[in-house]
């Protein structure tokens, strides 16, 4: 493998990172701050994409379809807490999950009802449209460096709303002891719900953000739900900077992994097996990386203090 | 009372199904309708519904009933459907079902039952070869088929370097084993994805990296969607050709659209195949049902027509032996044209490089040039009936 060829993967490692951490960042703060399981948080990924479409196929522009998802995703997270999470907060971790697990088979088919099975796209916008020559036949997408910047973007803009801000500074302390936070006269129950909505947000804007890469479809936050749940789980629960980390850190192992294990495969075995071993542990290499995590650190890179 | 009531209730149910076949007819439908993977029973299920309503509800002038049952894409709901199917509902024949590994489940019980079995999509290697039934004929190809399609291609072409990717399971290794038969060049590298993968940017530069003359791929549902759209971004349709099987196809081109024209795959029917039917079809589904009809669509529909035509040529007779005799003669015109049935009643017809193209505002599959002519499968030599 050439040195070009691993910048080249490393730059997608980073990519499908930040990808991740838009997914977990939403994830994780709910998780960490309400305590709440929300396995719907992957169709709302999808809602967010759908909308993305909806809204391209509306005005038949990115940015109005991005404004339209971004308004529309808020609405709907908005609602789903007013109806449905509101009773589960109390409610231990199964009922979250059988409920939440509830929402998604909703979302997935009211998705296909609407804008039917086959799979939706929307194209890049045309600010993004180039694309930047990085081997002699190979071009990257200056849509993709977007994505990057806009979710390092996320980033920055969570870490100051998290640590600069009063609104943050409650979100901690109701991620380390909500009585309390309750018990100092906050109202607790809209600090929730500004955080979920906030959340369901993020999701949304992780959806349309993938749209024009990606296809859209229904369940196409199932697979991802999983992967941001690992990425929270290796970050520590809560830990906006822990989903960071985490999530490039997958990024990169598992991108790095597909591309690598089957020719270290082939260095040591039979082309026929190598085939068969190497993507096979290709596609373990996050899960080994979790549980080696957690061995070490059981709550995580960065664990959030809990009373 | 019970008993009795009971056995009142059987001989009500006996007379009215006695009464109901006379004249009528009833077709278990298995397609996978729920899931990402919906789109391609629903392309099935529509093109055979067409099939039944163009002849007004009438195959071969028996009132037709469908029963359109969803296997969810699990073998074992499946099989629970197709028993009630059977038992219940006491459907003369059975037609559909889009996947191999539903096909494996419900298979040994509907031929066991004897009940004829349409398939109108999947077609695993065992059902064509050892464990052929004198039942089930198929209306579509034998799995391996449209793979062989793009290795014979690749060779044709003089490609002496082909990168080959496939997701890694039975089908995707199938898939290339298929590529392979008749592919005589090399093999410059063998990449396998996760089922499910969305990005393949590290796919795309390893290709790029080995510049091959070259690639085939079969990557379905929206793993073909996300690889079509990240290739062309990547700048790779323009070096690199991209031959493929159930990848680019009308149920994942509207998603793909112009970053999937000038693509190419193997198929058995285009929209453009030029004869009386295909011409006459595509333009009834299109005013039917409002989008394209795709290869699963060719098939749900010849499979109605293919069970018109043979009740047809009975008289309306649907006795088992009579209607399995007139099946066996393929009494229709088929869509893709050409059309007969090998010894293991799978289809021996032309198979086809098809390209993605634009045509008027729609994006559907055109037939370049026919790579293979009149051709059954591999399998059919181990089919003993």
Known sequence: ???????????????????????????????????????????????????????????????????????????????????????????????????????????????????????????????????????????????????????????????????????????????????????????????????????????????????????????????????????????????????????????????LGRSLTTDIARLLLPPAAANDVGPAIASMLIYILMAGVLFFRPSGLFPVARS | MKKVLSALAATTILCSASAASAESLKIGFLATLSGPPAVLGQHMRDGFLLGVKENDGKLGGLDTEVLVVDDELKPDAALTKVQGLLERDKVDMMAGVVFSNVMMAVYKPVIEAETIFIGANAGPSPIAGKGCSPYFFSTSWQNDQNHEVMGKYATQKGYKRVVVMAPNYQAGKDAIAGFKRHYEGEIADEVYTKLGQLDFSAELARIADTKPDAIFTFMPGGMGVNLVKQYDQAGLKEGIPFLSAFTVDETTLPATQDTAVGLFAGAQWASNLDNAANAKFVADFKAEYGYAPSLYAAQGYDAARLIDGALERTGGDKSKDALMAALKTAPFESVRGDFSFNTNQFPVQDFYLVKAVNKDGAYVTEAVEKVFDDKGDAYAESCRM
């Open chain 1, 1 to 255: 493998m050439s040195a070009t060829l691993l910048a080249v993967q490393t730059l997608n490692g980073l990519q499908l990172g930040v990808l991740l951490f838009l997914i977990a960042a939403g994830l994780t703060l709910v998780f960490g701050v309400m305590d709440f399981i929300n396995l719907a948080h992957g169709v709302q990924y999808m809602l967010g994409a759908y909308l993305a479409v909806a809204g391209y196929q509306l005005t038949g522009s990115f940015w109005a379809a991005l404004l339209f998802a971004l308004v529309v995703s808020l609405l709907a997270g908005l609602a789903l807490e007013f109806l449905v999470f509101r009773h589960l907060y109390d409610r231990d971790h199964l009922d979250q999950v059988l409920a939440t697990f509830g929402v998604i088979l909703f979302l997935n088919e009211a998705v296909k009802v609407i804008w039917g099975a086959a799979p939706l796209s929307v194209p890049i916008p045309d600010l993004f449209d180039g694309s930047l020559q990085l081997m002699d036949n190979l071009r990257y997408p200056v849509y993709r460096l977007a994505l990057i910047g806009s979710g390092l973007g996320v980033a920055l803009l969570l870490y100051v709303l998290v640590t600069r801000t009063r609104i943050g500074m409650l979100v901690r302390a109701g991620a380390t002891n909500p009585d309390m936070v309750a018990a100092l006269g906050v109202n607790i129950r809209r600090l929730f719900m500004i955080v979920f909505g906030f959340g369901t947000m993020l999701a949304g804007f992780a959806g349309i953000m993938a749209a024009p890469i990606l296809s859209v479809e229904p369940g196409m936050g199932d697979n991802l739900l999983i992967l941001a749940f690992v990425v929270i789980v290796i970050g520590g629960i809560g830990s906006i900077r822990g989903a960071f980390i985490s999530a490039l850190l997958i990024g990169l192992v598992d991108t």
